[in-house]
């Protein structure tokens, strides 16, 4: 099921005004009718090419035969459509052969897509990441070489950070990159959960990797950035021979199947060259560009895996039928739609507010984003802030999400004839990959509130009270607003406990940042819910028909979150404060 | 993983004092000693039977060829050893050819078989509770020539209540039985999702089938029940034709591949036979004795789902090395266990409060079956009233478990290469099967609380008032009875507003009755958390090695629960209370 056409224009246009995006001089180019024309587009494609294949792709991995990736025949096809299109582009600048369109479309066309077929779209994605990168920190030679053809969407590109031995511990990376006399570098080592990380359904591959030059500082100041191509490339762009870079195997997941996942051997039997990207050992800071981007993909991938599942749901309840209304006597009487039953409606209700609250979270950072790039810091403090958040919370709650969806489908749902099953197992990876949920919470506590003296924080509160000063003065919104704002002021003194921690025991400080990160993201999401719903307020007279009810279910989502949803991390919250040291002091012998 | 056997021994025989039903006549031959070595045979078989093709049995599902079920030969070599072993007979008593063992145990040594592998100890489960039904409703004639075949496990059984068009709603099934000259009855229609529904592994099945006598009421006072044997049992009780029973299809299901799930034809080209059990028109009493078991049994499964996926968890976090403890600035300091970091123990915990407390509960109400054996009225009552919670809870939070088990794995969790994932895919089941959650909170409410007076309400606060008063001479455990007290008493007037409002308004006071079992479930299993750490603190001293650790574990997990998961529900209990209207009366259009 794909996201409706009614529901993105709500949050792109009425609620975050996408179109005032085109007075910059940047976007000038796209105003809103194009803008809601590449939606349009992108709906069509997503149907008919991407979400065509994805039970069939999830029930045919890809197989390692004779040292080759084979891959459904569909996949390359879907992803040739979509190039065709223009859409591996749509990110890069006009002046770079691309299309040039604002994030916040990027991400909303990027989310049609995963929405359709998160493994598919995949592809797609770490292309224009690693693009993003290259043109970001790579030399001009660099970008004259390798950015054209991954705009087209020719040659693919993926992120190499882990090693077998090092997951979440990049300090712990042991790939080396010797310097050769000619300025580029030899690489050998082993790469471990490589999306996309070989296949034959591109020209080439630009794996963008993580390594170590000799000499170098220990741990993470010591880690270098380079590009490395499956095929060679010369002075004039073009892909030759073989690097070496070799397919050591592949990864046996739980879901996304269509997305290889690979081990890759660099160096083992050939030379594997490589090409420096930025100043040595200063790897990091250009990966996290690409990173920081990849993290908020997480978060649309998420929350698009569980609106694709809530959707499910909600046409499986209007059509099924089973039982009768409480009180209904007549056992003759016809079955009703199970939506008739008020636990059902719960449950969509429940699913509603977490699929369409990630989905809002992420959209209003792809906001920030663009507000960022022309020339906003505080856009940008703001968007460093939410994005642990962003990243962690659609992949907890959407996934839950993913989970009613099956349990609204009653036994059809734990099988293979309906889609919730293959979508909660595809959702189940974004709380891990991209840097796990714990080390969102650590990244949210410790560098992005502890670490700036409150001003991120600061920037933050002052839009949640312009939110909660606009909602009290509408007469139906007032108690939500009552509700939301003393926890949100509940944070503040949560946060300075820890700070006060951290001058003497950063250890204890940081224990529980996960309670805070989960309460952050409640209340961050609870705020949204509450300008969602304000939006919807004003727009409410005049509606009628569709527009109407999709008013009335952002409005009721919003006071379902609020009022059911919000209070339970209460405790949480209060837990995180009173800095319990129960699990950080907890001997490991007695679990 | 299996349970480890010094906590099957602290549950089994340190809290519940098992070992005092042998004082019982039912149980005489049932010693302390003869129980532990039915659990160390258990746990030794399981190993060696069941655990060592569970995930091969994940990855090969049973197959449907030529009309045949096939299935990996492992399933039955496991299932004769466990023939062999006698435990087929676990429950039956003596004068049947079984081993009468008291269901505390029966309940223990399942779990251990379910948490190795728990599709194929599917198979026997089904033969035991459709073998207790035929003992409890059946004829005499019907026990002498079915159930010895079942007890000495030659004989499977099965439950085929759902079709097509019903499955939580028994009373709409279509399936037609007509009454023959001979008193049997030709039975016609489909039956859906029937677990272990045909195979080749025993010599006969013994289909329990929900159907309906023409002329008989509408709904669900016209059902029957029926025994339809797979094969033809004459009066013998020897099997001989092929019964009218058609193997119409398999479902591909999320996980438990190894018991095979089908649609069954009856009597789609040959006259399917069957033998009404009881009387007619009464068969959903029958029925639900078999389905209380099998609830239990639902329970004692995702329990034991989610403490293999902990116990895995467990051991890897104890091996896996990764990153460094927060403030070692030492980049080239080896890496640690990742159990060293805080979050992971703190993951570890509440997957531990989850999965044993989950456990606790399972034992607790196996407990009162057996007290209520020997004619206790209120462990009859108290085991009707924690039904419900042991069906639904251990199915939400041993899945939440699970989740939290491939986490601690991080990116590996993802993989085949590591049990977390299938058991994962496995529990998910257990929240649909033997009615939905939500029908578990409609029973509680409905039926348990509201309909007999609030008595066996009553009778269960004084055992956790009990409780609550040896806490609190406990100076260590009586905060925590200070945290549970009040939430105990928030129960009341909850449950009394939902009183007031069934008089008027049943289907509001129903509305949110899913609130209330959740918020229910873990005030109860708070109590019983807080019921092991009084036992655990009592043994602790003398205590040392890994008993001592077993004891403190208790005492920290209860700790962890109640300080930290119970103040969760404050809020959804509070909402329950409030009869909030808001997904009762919501417009299905808005959603």
């Known amino acids: 099921m794909l996201p409706t056409r009614d529901d993105l224009h709500f949050l792109l246009f009425d609620w975050l005004h996408a179109e005032t995006l085109s007075a910059l001089p940047e976007f000038g180019h796209a105003d809103a009718d194009s803008m809601q024309a590449m939606l349009d587009a992108a709906l069509t494609l997503a149907e008919s090419e991407f979400l065509s294949h994805a039970a069939k792709s999830d029930a045919n991995p890809p197989q390692f035969r004779d040292g080759r990736v084979e891959l459904m025949p569909e996949i390359a096809q879907a992803l040739a459509a979509y190039r065709d ?14 299309l040039g ?9 990027g989310g049609i897509f995963s929405c359709a077929n998160v493994a598919t779209n995949g592809y797609a994605f770490l292309t224009q990441a690693a693009a993003n990168l290259i043109r970001e920190v790579g030399s001009e030679d660099q970008k004259r070489r390798y950015l054209p053809p991954m705009v087209e969407g020719r040659w693919y590109g993926t992120m190499c950070l882990s090693e077998p031995q090092a997951g979440s511990s990049l300090a712990d990376i042991r790939t080396v990159a010797e310097p050769l006399a000619d300025g580029r570098y030899a690489l050998r080592g082993s790469k471990m959960w ?30 270098s950035l380079f590009i490395v191509p499956r095929r060679h ?85 209007k059509e099924r039928r089973q039982g009768r209304a409480v009180g209904e006597r007549d056992a003759a009487s016809p079955m009703i739609p199970i939506i008739e039953h008020a636990d059902v409606r719960r449950m969509l209700l429940r699913a ?20 960022a790039k022309t020339g906003s810091a505080e856009a940008q403090a703001l968007v ?22 099956i349990q609204v489908h009653g036994g059809a749902g734990y099988t293979r004839d309906f889609p ?52 009290r003065a509408d007469a139906a919104l007032a108690p939500l607003a009552e509700a939301l704002a003393p926890r949100w002021a509940n944070l503040v003194p949560a946060i300075q406990a820890a700070g006060n921690a951290a001058r003497t025991d950063m250890d204890l400080a940081l224990a529980n940042a996960y309670l805070l990160l ?12 509450l300008d969602q719903a304000l939006t919807a307020s004003r727009a409410l007279s005049g509606a009628r028909g569709p527009r109407l009810s999709l008013l009335q279910g952002k409005i009721a989502a919003a006071h379902y979150f609020i009022a059911w949803e919000l209070p339970t991390k209460d405790a949480p919250l209060a837990r995180f404060a009173a800095l319990d040291p129960l699990c950080r002091d907890l001997d490991p012998e007695v679990l």
Chains 1, 2 share one sequence.
């Open 85 to 98: 299109a223009g859409f591996f582009g749509m990110e890069a600048p006009l002046e770079d052969g691309g």
């Open 101 to 109: 369109l604002p994030y916040t479309l990027v991400a909303s066309l």
């Open 194 to 223: 490589i999306s996309s990380g070989d296949h034959e359904i591109s020209e080439n591959i630009v794996h963008l990797v993580l390594a170590k030059i000799p000499g170098g500082p220990a741990g993470s100041k010591g880690i």
């Open 233 to 317: 490339v010369d002075a004039d762009g073009n892909a030759g021979q073989r690097n070496g870079v070799t397919l050591l195997g592949l990864n046996h997941k739980l879901g996304t199947h269509g997305q290889v996942n690979c081990l890759l051997g660099l160096g083992e039997n050939e030379p594997c060259i490589g090409e420096l990207v930025g100043a040595p050992h200063d790897g990091l800071r250009g990966m996290f560009v690409m990173m920081n981007e990849a993290r908020i993909g997480v978060g649309i991938g998420a929350a698009m895996g569980g609106y694709a599942g809530y959707r499910a749901a909600l046409a499986y309840a």
């Open 352 to 371: 509603k507010s977490y699929v369409e609250g990630s989905l809002a979270l992420c959209l209003y950072a792809a906001r920030l984003i663009d507000d």
């Open 384 to 405: 460093d802030l939410l994005t642990p958040m962003v990243k962690a919370w659609p992949s907890d709650y959407a996934l839950e999400a993913n989970s009613i969806a």
């Open 420 to 471: 919730v099953e293959r979508l909660w197992r595809e959702n189940r990876i974004n709380a891990i990959h991209e840097g796990t949920n714990g080390i969102q919470a650590m990244d949210l506590l410790g560098r992005k509130l502890l670490a700036d003296g409150g001003r991120a924080f600061a920037q933050l509160t002052a839009r949640v009270e312009a939110t909660l000063a606009a909602a």
């Open 518 to 529: 989960d309460a952050m993201g409640h209340a961050v999401v609870a705020w949204l819910w």
